[in-house]
């Protein structure tokens, strides 16, 4: 059905059909802005990274954050809810032409990964980190449908969509320790296929995207678009342009077309009728607030905490957990290689806000958290509003094992989370709090086989202990 002939239904049909066909599409556009968010997500953070009008690196190239995600740093990369136990890199690639070589250093030890995901927010390949070890290697990544012939000693890696991003994370403990990290950081290099094999790289595409219009100072994957219909227009070109798997195409995109989506066709508002069109702005308008609520649905709500699925950074057809970690932790890696707890909430069940006081209390043997060495945890706290680290008098936006944290008589670390300090002698454990509501991620990187496998079973993992509120408050 055409939207010609959708509109002319929608004239001629009766009340109690107009009622009908409002409250199918209604859940329709839930249903559609759920599969769509992700990739509308991506196509914000390329938009940010690699070309918008204030690029941080052209295709191809990777932006190096030379400091860990500070509040500033956050808010200008657009990366929501971003780990500071780290540098980061950010690079998208667009493998329409030719495979790019990917090189990764040896970090003779240190914790580095290099996630590598797919439009969809699918972390399809992991050169390097967890069970990929740390001695890097050189790499192709290739594109869909490309045919041709790969030198010697670099390995394959086929990516699902034409446009990649690649994302290393290098362990940094602290300020002196940031030459070290940013020495394996920079060692981690793009190039062509064509300059791999000492030619000149292909010629840049001109690049015309419509650059998306959203409320600034806010993540750009919580989809707050000055006009929630761009939500719509930027998922039909991405979606042109990065087809997804045969399977879905068959089975799921066909029941979009009474949205007026079609794979090939770039979507209009104006070629879908005002009713159903006043549907899917209502949809793609409560998108980012319906994933962060259905959060405890994908995951399982424990202390405060929200234990993540399994399926975590390869959801799958799981549509509904890839849409709330695209939202609350966009570009959140498989559990096998990181294990993410976000503290939405007290141990009572509250919203926790920096009006109060709270401590958490870490108890041997920490089942919930047994990273395999090089790797650590580490818990961090996020503003709420922002999604971003919270600015703080000593510049402190989280702690971890390999911090200097003062334990108790018996062994157990008591963390403290407030606004102003708990103490001198309660400093080396306070994790400073924003004074409005706020949130926490409790990360687990390269965790144990055993650690990842036991999140399989929803009933009985115990995750991170409650966060409370100091008595009286």
């Given at each position: 059905?055409?939207p010609?002939q ?5 004239l001629?049909a ?7 066909i409002?409250e199918?599409t209604?859940?329709?556009a839930?249903?559609a ?7 509308v997500?991506?196509y914000?953070?390329?938009d940010?990274?690699?070309?918008g009008?204030?690029?941080k ?9 030379e400091?860990i995600?500070?509040?500033k740093l956050?808010?200008e990369?657009?990366y ?21 070589i ?10 580095y ?12 390949a992991y050169?390097?980190?967890g ?16 045919k ?5 000693g ?7 969509t034409r446009?990649i991003?690649?994302?290393p994370?290098?362990?940094?403990k602290?300020e002196a320790d ?10 981690i ?6 300059e791999y094999?000492g ?21 750009t994957s919580?989809?707050?678009f000055?006009d929630?219909l761009?939500?719509?227009s ?12 045969a399977?879905?195409?068959?089975t799921?995109?066909p029941?979009?077309k009474y ?8 979507w209009?508002p ?11 702005k209502v ?17 399982t709500?424990k ?8 399926n975590?950074?390869?959801?799958g ?8 970690v ?5 570009t ?6 990181a294990?993410y707890y ?13 009006a109060?006081?709270y401590?958490m209390?870490?108890k ?10 090089p ?10 509003v ?7 008098p ?10 200097n944290?003062t ?7 008591t ?11 309660k400093e ?11 949130y926490?991620?409790?990360?687990n990187?390269?965790p ?10 929803r ?11 100091v008595d009286?408050?």
């Open positions: 059905m055409d010609v959708a509109a002319e239904l929608t001629q009766s009340p109690e059909q107009s009622k009908a409002e199918w209604r859940t329709l839930v249903q802005a759920t599969y769509a968010a992700p990739l997500a991506m914000n953070l390329r940010t990274v690699a070309v009008a204030k690029p690196a052209l295709p191809g190239k990777l932006w190096r954050l400091d995600a500070t509040p956050a808010a990369s657009g929501v809810s971003p780990n500071v136990d780290v540098v980061y890199g950010f690079g998208f690639v667009d493998l329409g032409q030719e495979p790019t990917l090189t990764a250093p040896d970090s003779e030890g240190r914790y990964m290099i996630e590598i995901v797919d439009m969809y927010t699918n972390a399809f050169p390097a980190g069970a990929s070890g740390y001695k890097g290697g050189k790499f192709a990544l290739v594109g869909p449908g490309w041709g012939e790969l030198p010697a670099v390995t394959r890696i086929d990516a699902p446009w991003e690649l994302q994370r290098v362990n940094v602290g940031l030459p070290a990290a940013r020495k394996v950081l920079a060692a290099t793009l190039q062509s296929l064509s094999k030619g000149a790289a292909p010629a840049q595409p001109a690049y015309h995207y419509e650059s998306p219009k959203m409320t600034p100072g806010v993540a919580h989809m707050q000055d929630p761009q939500f719509w930027l998922f039909s070109a991405a979606l042109n342009e990065n087809p997804p798997p399977s879905e195409i068959a799921v995109l029941s979009f949205l007026g989506i079609e794979l090939g066709k770039q209009k104006e070629n879908v009728p005002p009713a159903i069109l006043a549907q899917m949809a793609a308008a409560s998108i980012g607030d319906l994933a962060l609520g259905t959060m405890p649905l994908a995951g709500l202390n405060g905490w929200v234990i993540p699925p399994y975590t950074g390869d959801a057809t799981d549509y509904l957990s890839r849409l709330d695209a939202v609350f932790g966009l959140a890696n498989a559990a096998n290689q294990i976000s503290g939405v909430l007290d141990g009572n069940n509250q919203p926790m806000t920096g109060k006081r401590t209390t870490l041997p043997p920490m089942d919930y958290a047994k990273p395999v060495a790797g650590f945890w580490s818990v961090t706290m996020y503003d709420r922002t999604s971003y680290t919270a600015p703080n000593i510049n402190r936006y989280h702690l971890s094992d390999y911090d944290l334990k108790n008589a018996d062994g157990s670390i963390i403290y989370m407030q606004a102003t300090s708990p103490g001198a002698d080396s454990n306070w994790l400073p709090t924003p004074n409005g509501p706020f926490l991620i409790f990360r990187y390269a144990s086989p055993e650690n990842t496998a036991a999140l399989k079973d009933a009985t993992f115990q995750g991170p202990p409650g966060v409370f509120p009286g408050e």
